[in-house]
């Protein structure tokens, strides 16, 4: 069992992709991460101006987006070889902590997940997230850029 980190991005689909072609019929969980829309305020900090919210609808809204990237992520992993089911956790605390903590729920052999390109810089580099899943994880990790992503590393190496 593997588990997939899946947000939606190139990276998170190159994973997928990589994760079907060398490990083609295992099972997989996609997991999808949600943030309750308070939590998102508390963070942008003190001076953001809310008025009036319905706090309970915008969290619904971010719950069902992140079951339909799951779910997007699951029917990418099917069609990529993988026998694969979609997952949704609300995050509590790091975004890391939420994947490790969904890697040892689903008792996953292995966690993949896509390293972010955002810039020629930083996609030289490995994301926050994957780093931080690297140096945390009691397991394997398989860390997969997308081709736009590995192209430009390997032309930095030249």
């Known amino acids: 069992m593997i588990l997939i980190a899946y947000d939606g991005s190139p990276d ?4 997928i992709e990589r994760a079907g072609q060398l490990l ?6 996609v997991l999808s991460v949600w943030e309750p829309f308070e939590d998102i305020v508390t ?10 919210i319905d706090w ?3 969290d619904r809204s971010y719950q069902e987006q992140a079951a339909k990237r799951a779910e997007e992520g699951a029917e990418r ?21 939420t994947i490790l903590d969904a890697a040892d729920a689903v008792d996953a052999d292995a966690i993949v997940l896509g390293t972010r390109g955002l ?35 390997t032309e930095h190496r030249r």
């Open 119 to 153: 810039n020629r810089l930083k996609s030289l580099l490995l994301g926050s997230v994957s780093h931080a899943v690297l140096q945390n994880a009691g397991r394997p990790v398989m860390v997969v850029p997308s081709s736009e992503v590995a192209a430009a590393r």
């Open 12 to 15: 998170a689909d190159a994973a």
């Open 24 to 29: 083609k019929g295992e099972s997989a969980t």
């Open 77 to 97: 992993a099917q069609a990529a070889g993988l026998t694969a089911e979609p997952l949704i956790q609300v995050r509590r605390g790091s975004i890391v902590d």
């Open 56 to 58: 309970v609808a915008m």
């Open 43 to 52: 963070r942008a900090g003190a001076g953001m101006t809310i008025g009036a």
